[in-house]
């Protein structure tokens, strides 16, 4: 069984952080020793640095604080900053680093002296061997750089983790290596989720409401979407498409699942949204399968677009939701594709001409029997 996607997705986070702050620590300690030398060949210093020594020990520090800082600010800071403003999250990182990098300084610097001294002089000599070490490195120029330098590093860092938040996973990357800079074609799986009812809901609750209603649902189902291995696409009006490569949606049904999933986390949270809002929101879903063709598209404002006949089929699929009165359908060309478990259910609806189209499409109610508790 495949490793949970979130977890798969934060162990490369980290991974990329580790590699990225090493690259840093390693290319400042090379630029720190070719000035050395240069200053050594103009006579301004005399004697010899060895190179491997320090580039060893930077690297090393690149690769541990890179581990210890990545997983902290992928699986704590940024995490927890998610329903906050996106300046608030870097803002906030940086002040939380000042404070534990300064916090640590303190301690270290204190307890380093005071140990050797007090085992070396005893009590009182510790102690002011600790306080005047302490003064001394806080107010050279060379702590006040090193705390600068390396608050630019954790918030370049932050903002990078938020700006890859706001694309969607992976897209950043994609747009920053031209994957989809030529158009290509690929056979994709498509899911257009739908709030039930919303047309109602929005005159009951007023458009203000409807819109934190449609933020906080679309926070909620994220989770569910990125354990079924799906990227978000886009998000119109109260819809959501979301997209799988057809291998990744078919393996372990992640394009099934992921509608369950969804439901579960609605099961789990209504009590709060009736509470909140005074309804209990609930979803309805058309999946299908089909070529795409996917490219980046834009000059101000660049984007990664898919179009293609799937994605009206798709949507017309969705609209049949409510004249069969099911919440999830899927064309019977998807349902071929995998085997469902026993688990499911699909119930053939037969051949149906979607409006817009001319050929007929057999479609099926899918359903679950029963949708397993949330873990505690």
């Not at 690297?59 to 927890?80: E, Q």
């Not at 306080?131 to 090193?146: E, I, K, M, R």
């Not at 994709?188 to 919303?198: A, G, H, P």
């Not at 079924?228 to 696409?233: E, K, L, N």
Request: with cysteine.
């Amino acid at each position: 069984m495949s490793l949970p996607a979130r977890v798969v997705s934060n162990a490369l986070k980290v991974l990329v952080v580790t590699a990225s702050w090493t690259l840093v620590f390693v290319l400042s300690y090379i630029s720190t020793y070719l000035l050395i030398g240069d200053l050594t060949a103009l006579g301004k210093l005399s004697g010899d640095y060895a190179f491997w020594p320090d580039f060893a020990g930077n690297a090393l520090v690149g690769i541990v604080g890179g581990l210890a800082g990545g997983s902290l600010l992928v699986l704590r800071v940024n995490a927890g900053y998610k329903h906050t403003t996106f300046v608030s999250g870097i803002v906030h990182s940086v002040v939380l680093f000042f404070v534990v990098f300064v916090g640590l300084a303190v301690v270290l610097l204190f307890s380093m002296a005071f140990i050797l001294e007090t085992m070396r002089a005893g009590l009182g000599a510790g102690l002011r061997s600790g306080w005047d070490n302490l003064v001394f490195n806080l107010y050279t120029p060379s702590f006040l750089a090193t705390t600068v330098i390396f608050g630019a590093i954790v918030s370049g860092t932050q903002f990078m983790l938020q700006v890859n938040d706001k694309f969607g996973p992976g897209v950043l990357w994609k747009l920053m290596t031209g994957k989809y800079y030529h158009p290509r074609d690929e056979e994709r799986v498509f899911m257009f989720l739908d709030l039930r009812s919303s047309t109602e809901i929005a005159e009951k609750i007023g458009h203000k409401r409807f819109f934190e209603l449609l933020r906080e649902l679309f926070q909620d189902i994220t989770p569910p979407v990125i354990d079924s291995f799906g990227d978000i696409y886009q998000y119109v009006g109260d819809e959501v498409v979301i997209t799988w490569p057809a291998e990744r949606a078919f393996r372990d049904r992640n394009c099934i699942e992921c509608f369950f999933r969804i439901e579960r986390v609605m099961a789990a949270k209504r009590p709060d949204y009736v509470e909140r809002f005074g309804i209990a929101p609930e979803f309805k879903a058309g999946v299908h399968v089909g070529e795409a063709t996917v490219g980046e598209i834009g000059v101000v404002k660049k984007d990664i677009v898919f179009s293609g006949d799937v994605l009206n089929t798709t949507s017309r699929i969705q609209e049949e939701c409510n004249r069969h009165k099911v919440k999830l359908l899927a064309s019977s060309d998807l349902l071929r594709r995998m085997a469902l478990e026993p688990a499911f259910g699909s119930v053939p609806i037969g051949e149906i001409r979607l409006r817009g189209k001319a050929e007929l499409l057999s479609l099926s109610a899918v359903s679950r029997a029963s949708l397993p508790s949330l873990p505690a």
